[in-house]
């Protein structure tokens, strides 16, 4: 349907429509990349309001996917609940990083789930891994029980701060034995940056983001855009 439409960006170009390739060799196709590259680019109102486009090269999605391997230690039994809309970048991390570890995804579809469909899709699937945004996560939990979601080994949020109290609700609810990831990241770093594990402590720091990723620097700058002198 948008052939027309991006028709002088298309001109000279061979058009190939996905839903009429047939008899193609089930070989990998190998093509050389340049590491500094665009894997995709996404648009995104980042800490400006005003929405403009990010684009994301092949070294920082590589690096980014073994930090995420890393961090929540995937393997090929994880099974991964891709919740995120497909144009929020999170939904890049809920679905590469579990494939290339041979594991499997299950996608949420374009209609977003109650709190009921969430955790039958969890129970139904064996979901060991479910990124939720912090929001939904705040509500969601309250109305799960242990059984619906018995298969999950992490939940990993994110997206805004963590609403005073939250936690000590998680911390207070049957799902407390359940391992909880704070996470944070702007576009412009490649989606997830920092995480924080949440321990079971009634005086946890619930809002901090953590510590940068092994791929990552944090730095801290004053006004100017200088860097601060250690302490």
Do not use: C
């Not at 050389?32 to 995709?40: R, S």
């Not at 009921?116 to 705040?138: C, F, N, S, V």
């Not at 701060?161 to 576009?187: C, E, H, K």
């Not at 940068?212 to 730095?219: K, N, T």
């Amino acid at each position: 349907a948008t052939r027309q439409t991006l028709a002088g960006l298309l001109e000279g170009l061979d058009t190939v429509l996905v839903n009429e390739v047939g008899s193609e060799s089930p070989e990998p196709l190998v093509t050389p990349l340049h590491p500094d590259q665009l894997a995709y680019v996404i648009y995104t109102s980042g800490s400006t309001g005003l929405p403009k486009g990010v684009g994301i090269s092949h070294r920082a999605l590589g690096l980014h996917i073994d930090d995420y391997i890393r961090t929540f230690a995937l393997d090929e039994r994880d099974r991964v609940l891709q919740f995120s809309t497909i144009s929020f970048d999170a939904a890049m991390e809920q679905l590469l990083p579990i494939l290339t570890r041979g594991g499997r995804t299950v996608m949420r579809g374009k209609g977003l789930w109650n709190f009921d469909e969430t955790a039958a899709a969890i129970h139904r699937e064996g979901i060991t891994l479910a990124y939720l945004p912090t929001g939904y996560w705040r509500s969601w939990f309250e109305h799960v029980t242990p059984g619906q979601v018995a298969s999950l080994r992490l939940v990993a949020i994110g997206g805004e701060a963590i609403p005073g109290g939250a936690v000590d609700g998680w911390q207070g609810s049957p799902l407390r034995s359940v391992p909880l990831w704070n996470t944070y990241g702007p576009t412009e770093t490649t989606i997830t940056a920092s995480s924080h594990l949440i321990p079971f402590a009634s005086n946890d720091t619930a809002n901090t983001i953590g510590r940068a990723w092994p791929s990552r620097s944090a730095y801290v700058m004053d006004g100017d855009g200088n860097e601060m002198p250690v302490g």
